[in-house]
């Protein structure tokens, strides 16, 4: 299985970094084979060329409102078919990036979203206590999906 996890969000707007941070969390856990996680911060139209590759699952890990309480995390799987909306592609516009990657002749492979409820998304570094103490647990779930997708068992502890 080939997988890409994107963190997206901007660092400079409070809650906003929440998928970079977690990103950040993940650097040293082991991963299936094939796994790649990298920060594409604001770089949406980076993101559309990595759907150029050849991609099993996408995984993105980004700040979402969905009117529950501030750390409230939510497992999605993205619609990835349909119109494109409008927006520019330096934004993380999820339906303007598929739409790019399939007009540059990429496929957009199934999609998952890790969100989070954000509390702040005023212009100041740093995450809110809410959203910081889901950070850990957002992790946790995209290792879970990841080693589940890709039908094997992650290593034993101490291994």
Known sequence: MTALVAGVGNVFLADDGF??????????????????????GIRGIHLAYELLEPLDLLVVVDAVSRGGEPGTLYLIEAET??????GG???????????????????????YVVGCQPADLS??????????????????????LLWKEGGVSPPKEGR
């Open 19 to 40: 998928g970079p941070e977690v990103v950040r969390h993940l650097a040293g856990r082991p991963f299936p084979a094939g796994t790649r996680v990298e920060d594409f």
């Open 81 to 86: 078919e349909g119109e494109v909306a409008a």
């Open 89 to 111: 592609l330096h934004g993380m516009d999820l339906p303007s990036v598929f739409g790019f990657a399939r007009s540059l002749g990429g496929r957009v492979p199934r999609t």
């Open 123 to 144: 212009e100041r570094m740093g995450l809110s206590p809410a959203v910081r103490a889901a950070v850990e647990t957002a992790a946790g779930w995209i290792c879970e």
